[in-house]
């Protein structure tokens, strides 16, 4: 699967938004990936999960278990794990941080890759990673399906991408005139569609 196939997978499912948004980094932006358009299709994240595990397994080899920040990356990261023959668990917020919770474990040894939807920065990355810090399995790396940073997020791991390219995104401090005329809205798992708090108008 190419990028432009990626990409056409999510323009089919009405899944590429334009206007004013907020991402999950903070960051403004004139496009929004809507990914939960694309999983709401099983074929299609079907297709996109196991083109994704095919790069992993030829990037790192065999994968025992598949870890994903809650909540948007749970259905990738599932769909995932079951091409790789992988144990498929996630991590969530808790007080604020990534935690593994409901009796989730890492058994010693075991070769684990971390599995997002979309990154920007890599921010949910990081945090995954650092949730799992202490456990006793070896982490191989990271992949998304989608990194909006054409390759220049630094996660700490090595980062494999089933599409990547660069959308231009802004401080919510330097937005550019066309994008101060706009409310702002929060799309992601964070802030389901809701009105951005303090949005510039």
């Known amino acids: 699967m190419t990028a432009d196939d990626v990409l056409e997978t999510f323009r089919r499912a009405g899944a590429l938004l334009e206007g004013h948004f907020i991402l999950t980094s903070g960051r403004h932006s004139r496009m929004f990936l809507q990914k939960a358009f694309v999983f709401a299709d099983p074929p299609s994240t079907e297709a996109l999960c196991r083109a994704l595990a095919a790069r992993i397994l030829e990037r790192f080899g065999r994968v025992d278990v598949v870890v994903s920040p809650a909540v948007g990356a749970v259905i990738p990261g599932y769909e995932t ?26 058994p010693a040894g075991a ?91």
């Open 81 to 106: 794990a079951r091409h790789l023959g992988a144990k498929a668990i996630y991590v969530e917020r808790e007080a604020g941080q990534m935690r593994l919770r409901r009796g989730f474990t890492i």
């Open 111 to 201: 070769r684990v890759v971390v599995v997002e939807d979309i990154i920007s920065t890599g921010g949910s990355v990081r945090e995954t990673l650092e949730a799992i810090k202490d456990t006793p399995g070896h982490v191989l790396g990271a992949a998304v399906i989608i990194d909006r940073s054409a390759g220049s997020s630094d996660v700490g791991v090595p980062l494999l991408a089933l599409a990547e390219f660069e959308v231009e995104s802004f401080a919510p401090d330097a937005l550019p005139d066309d994008l101060k005329d706009i409310p702002a809205i929060k799309p992601g798992s964070r802030a389901l569609s809701q009105p951005a708090a303090g949005a510039t108008s």
